[in-house]
């Protein structure tokens, strides 16, 4: 049984399937809005008291939570609402904010991705190469469609009309997305030459790297697309009756 494509993301599709909760909600310093803590961005506080991107919020000791975008980040940094949010938080603690803070937010961010690509490639969870991508899209294998940011439209499209046939959604939204990468980042990301398409064929997969990007996504200001993107970037298969 199939959902309609372009329903809920990616994540909340992963909470149905898991455990049927949702993940814990933390509360943007900046804003006062609760989210999913998936959808913001931890800032951590080092024994020296330097305030340094999280992205995957592991590092030890006190965090503060943002969800904002990196204009308004740099605009909170410049009239002193992040030091302020910041110093409530870290219950005032010492510490320092570097001034390129939106500029090691990003970075950290696409990081974050490129290395979770990297990892779902060496796990056998990818496949790159047109013909082969298109041979898994008619398969009904691909789970997540993605391109270069400089590949044009004409290999996009012909791939994502694969995908709808293979997913038995023609005449649907269903398409890949454009990430925020271009052909030479996913090459040096992934180690090999001259990648502009890639494929997931593993919904577990397509999820861990739907987390980041969207993440991403909405920190570089492409939020109101990105929802739609991700969301089309993923076949809609019920989890609930997979494997049953």
């Not at 397509?206 to 996504?217: D, F, I, S, Y």
Request: proline share 5%; hydrophobic share 40%; aromatic share 2%.
């Amino acid at each position: 049984m199939r959902n309609p494509h372009n329903e809920p993301l990616v994540a909340e599709r992963q909470k149905t399937r898991t455990a049927g909760e949702a993940s814990p909600e933390r509360r943007c310093v900046l804003t006062g809005r609760h989210d999913d803590r998936d959808a913001l961005i931890r800032l951590a506080l080092s024994p020296m008291g330097d305030v340094a991107p999280d992205p995957l919020a592991r590092a030890p000791g006190r965090g503060a939570w943002i969800g904002v975008s990196r204009a308004e980040l740099a605009q909170a940094l410049t009239n002193g609402k992040l030091k302020g949010a910041l110093a409530r938080a870290f219950k005032g603690a010492p510490l320092t904010i570097p001034s390129d803070l939106p500029e090691r937010t990003e970075a950290a961010l696409l990081r974050a991705l490129t290395d979770r690509l990297g990892i779902e490639l060496r796990a056998g969870n990818m496949l790159l190469g047109t013909e082969k991508i298109a041979q898994g899209c008619r398969a009904g294998a691909v789970t997540f469609l993605a391109h270069a940011s400089d590949a044009g439209s004409d290999g996009p499209n012909k791939l994502a009309q694969a995908w709808r046939v293979g997913e038995e959604a023609e005449g649907t939204g269903l398409k890949g997305i454009i990430l925020p990468l271009d052909r030479a980042a996913l090459s040096v990301a992934l180690g090999r030459d001259n990648v502009v398409h890639l494929a997931l064929t593993d919904d577990a997969a397509a999820a861990r790297v739907a987390a980041p990007l969207q993440r991403l996504l909405h920190f570089m200001g492409r939020d109101e697309k990105s929802a739609g993107d991700v969301a089309a970037s993923v076949a809609n298969d019920d989890f609930d009756t997979k494997g049953e």
